[in-house]
């Protein structure tokens, strides 16, 4: 769980979860952002199942396990969750599996009223359990923070009584768009093999 911080217009984008063009819009400012080459691309969905609010990202991570991912790989799900106990092995553990990994940390996290809804997805890493004030390292190349209820205080509380229909709503969608991202990641990658198997 982060908190919403201001970032500028290149570096962050926003969308409301209900956006029916959301899946390629978010999707292609997604893919604008990875690097060329076959650098290993980790989705890290971070969060807790302890806790209604905070389990947008292992239900993200669930979601995207259900489907067939061949440029993505996915660490955190409702079973087997990453979150303020683990993080830092589990960093730990993908840094030495990948080389060079490029990062793309999903987490939950609160702002206005009005934000409820928000999918931001942003350049940069995020701060992981800032809402609840626990010291953790900054995670990712790139971020997306669903903002699943209000800041301000009692978050612990807030968070316990966030609705589960919003939070898995919200799941589906950022899902949707990192398949859609793979799809075309795949399309790209395999484009560019037969084109270097080509016989000059």
């Not at 919003?166 to 399309?187: C, E, F, P, W």
């Amino acid at each position: 769980m982060n908190l919403m911080k201001k970032k500028s217009p290149k570096n962050e984008h926003r969308f409301t979860f209900d956006d029916p063009l959301l899946t390629i819009k978010m999707g292609e400012n997604l893919l604008d952002w990875i690097p060329n080459g076959s650098q290993d691309i980790i989705i890290l969905c971070i969060g807790t199942d302890r806790s209604t609010g905070d389990s947008l990202g292992p239900i993200t991570g669930m979601f995207l396990k259900e489907r067939e991912m061949k440029e993505l790989t996915v660490f955190g799900t409702i079973s087997n969750p990453v979150h303020a106990v683990n993080l830092e092995d589990e960093l730990l553990h993908i840094k030495q599996q990948f080389s060079n990994p490029y990062i793309i940390a999903v987490d939950a996290c609160l702002g206005k009223t009005k934000s409820i809804g928000s999918i931001i997805a942003g350049r940069g890493p995020l701060k992981p359990g800032a809402a609840l004030n626990k010291a953790l390292p900054d995670v990712g190349d790139v971020h997306i923070s669903g903002v699943v209820n209000v800041a301000g205080f009692m978050e612990y509380y807030i968070l316990q009584n966030t609705r589960l229909d919003t939070v898995m709503r919200m799941a589906g969608s950022i899902a949707n768009v990192l398949s859609y991202m793979d799809k075309q990641l795949h399309l790209i990658r395999k484009k560019v093999t037969n084109l270097s198997q080509k016989p000059i």
